[in-house]
């Protein structure tokens, strides 16, 4: 489990591998939010708990009410801003590519406001690409031979602070999920394995206090 809490307005944020022994449970499902993800640019807004079809980022003001999004090498990215609820989107080369990033930023009040963390994910020392997709992020690719790799975390990095994020609010994991399958699963290290990293994110009461 890596947890943390980067900024007053998250209650709890983070990320637990599959299978992890001696991690506690994740919170009761009633109180959670699913989406159908779908490398999509939809972006929701949650007022209660339940899935969403076809959605591949969410929002929320409601304190205590609890994002998930499911991963394994696709990047889970969460954003929190003080007073103005938190977020979660699942974020694949394609959705980056699509615009699901922006998307969620622009359902906040104020982009410059917000922190971002940009959770596990399979990193450029492992993110193997073809020609068509190196094409899609040239500021983000690595030459290697044979093929290209993509930095997904500079990719969304970059996304983030040209859609109004202070560069300092934008905190990157830099963990691999294929480097780090001990810890976390990967779909490429497992040849396409069932399992999922859960990515999580709740707004608190206290922030608003905190902030006032
Ligand atoms: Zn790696």
Do not use: N, Y
């Not at 982009?111 to 020609?131: D, H, N």
């Not at 983000?140 to 983030?160: E, G, I, K, M, S």
């Not at 560069?167 to 810890?183: K, M, N, Y």
């Amino acid at each position: 489990m890596l947890r943390f809490d980067p900024v007053p307005g998250l209650a709890e944020g983070g990320f637990r591998g599959r299978g992890l022994r001696g991690d506690p449970p994740l919170p009761d499902p009633a109180v959670a939010v699913r989406l159908g993800q779908v490398h999509g640019v939809r972006v929701a807004a949650a007022e209660g708990a339940g899935s969403i079809p076809e959605t591949d980022g969410v929002v929320t003001r409601v304190p205590g009410l609890l994002l998930t999004v499911r991963t394994a090498d696709c990047l889970p990215v969460i954003l929190a801003a003080p007073k103005d609820g938190v977020g979660l989107v699942h974020a694949g080369w394609r959705g980056l590519a699509a615009g699901v990033l922006e998307a969620a930023v622009a359902r906040f009040a104020r982009p410059g406001a917000l922190r971002a963390v940009l959770g596990p994910a399979i990193g450029p020392c492992c993110f193997e690409v073809g020609p068509e997709v190196a094409a899609r992020f040239p500021e983000a690719v690595r030459p290697r031979r044979p093929r290209p790799h993509v930095d997904l975390w500079a990719v969304a990095a970059a996304r983030l602070r040209a859609a109004g994020l202070p560069p300092e609010a934008i905190h990157v994991s830099g963990i691999c999920t294929r480097c780090h399958q001990h810890l976390l699963h990967s779909h490429r290290g497992s040849g396409g394995g069932p399992g999922r990293i859960v990515a999580f994110a709740a707004a608190g009461t206290s922030a608003h206090e905190q902030e006032a």
